[in-house]
């Protein structure tokens, strides 16, 4: 095939129609809920995991934007790895601020203040490793880097707003779900919400972490 050729494989990979990659990302995330529901037993909790989706879809757009880059497959293929990424995070956040609360019997403010604490080093040198990874990718000007571009950006940008938003807001918004549901249940009744079942996976997942 001659150049001109190849040239319009390469256009059409990397801007496509973004429509066939962006209809993946509610399948995947339904399958991502039925699985965050299976390891927590709880639709809150699997709620309060999904927010970080959001938090690193922010990031991806706003980086789309600032490179002038519009969206193609290659960059929802992008958006559909932030989601892993950030559900992890998420996942590993809010199982040790429920292991803290069910096993240690930590009060709710102190059990989202040192649970943060514990994975802010973890998912810091996770994140920041990973977006140094993708940085070559999203600067790269060679063949190629018309797919690589879109993808790299949305993991660099969504990366980076997950790790900020993940260390402040998630904590937050746990504990003003959790206020409410402690509300409901009443104080003499704090581990109502939580079972130690629902902290299995994720105190698994959060000790390899911290190994």
Known sequence: MGNGGSSDVTSEAGHGKPADGVLRL????????????????????????????????VGGVIALYLRGINLSVSAAVGFISLSGI?????????SEINRRRSELGDPLEEAVVLGARSQMRPRLILITVAMLGMIPAAIATGIGSDVQRPLATVVVGGLLSTLFLTLLALP????????????????????????????????QLGGEARE
Do not use: C, K
């Open 172 to 203: 937050s918004l746990y504990y003003l779900v959790a206020s409410r549901r402690l509300s409901r249940y009443g104080e003499s009744n704090n581990d109502a919400p939580i079972t130690p079942d629902q902290t299995d996976v994720g105190t």
């Open 86 to 94: 950030a559900v992890m995070s998420g996942l590993l956040y809010i």
């Open 26 to 57: 509610p399948v995947t995330l339904a399958l991502i809920f039925a699985l965050l529901f299976s390891a927590f037993g709880s639709t809150v909790d699997a709620l309060l995991v999904l927010v970080n989706v959001p938090f690193s879809l």
